[in-house]
T-cell receptor
């Protein structure tokens, strides 16, 4: 297996503030990390693909200026929700891809519940 | 357009019996399939995967079957245990798409009753 740590697990913030979420691969190096968002009783929706040392690739409909992604090292990617609003309240989950040779598997963090007041 | 579909939002199975979770996909370019298990307020945990060159992969109590012609896969859990109660996501990816992006189904909530 592999361990991916996500921090914080829960954050409450005021509308208009920015929130940073960290995703770390603890026992392997991850060139590629992913950020997902999950609404209640729905599937995980991919927001963006984070590549170490280069710009993130955002999915259609995801505002890159709203959700800033930085993948500064092979073990750390951050997602910053800028000027958060109540509609940004959601469960955000990161994953890190590990290369096992014949296959790549994504290992997920425990998620961050964001509540914007 | 949902490329990965899990048509049963929930399933209830008696402890000790077999649980069968189903998944259908529409994109014939998918060549790698995964199952993830998720508890509330936690991230998904990788369970088992299968490549399109196989039709069956087994790991302990978990077996995944792939029917490429029907674009259908299923996860069998036997015997089912109380700790198996969770949401199960089917996911698919294609080596032909960029960055190993995987597409998730909407999930099936499995409840194991005593």
């Amino acid at each position: 297996g592999a361990v991916v740590s996500q921090h914080p697990s829960w954050v409450i913030c005021k509308s208009g503030t920015s929130v940073k979420i960290e995703c770390r691969s603890l026992d392997f190096q991850a060139t590629t990390m992913f950020w997902y968002r999950q609404f209640p009783k729905q599937s995980l929706m991919l927001m963006a693909t984070s590549n170490e040392g280069s710009k993130a690739t955002y999915e259609q409909g995801v505002e890159k200026d709203k959700f800033l992604i930085n993948h500064a090292s092979l073990t750390l990617s951050t997602l910053t929700v800028t000027s958060a609003h109540p509609e940004d309240s959601s469960f955000y989950i990161c994953s890190a891809e590990r290369d096992w040779g014949a296959k790549n598997i994504q290992y997920f963090g425990a998620g961050t519940r964001l509540s914007v007041l | 357009d949902q490329q990965v579909k899990q048509n049963s939002p929930s399933l209830s199975v008696q402890e000790g019996r077999i649980s069968i979770l189903n998944c259908d996909y529409t994109n014939s370019m998918f060549d790698y399939f995964l199952w993830y298990k998720k508890y509330p307020a936690e991230g998904p945990t990788f369970l088992i995967s299968i490549s399109s060159i196989k039709d069956k992969n087994e790991d302990g109590r978990f077996t995944v079957f792939l029917n490429k012609s029907a674009k259908h896969l299923s996860l069998h859990i036997v015997p089912s245990q109380p700790g198996d109660s969770a949401v199960y996501f089917c996911a698919a990816s294609s080596r032909y798409s960029s960055a190993s992006k995987i597409i998730f189904g909407s999930g099936t909530r499995l409840s194991i009753r005593p």
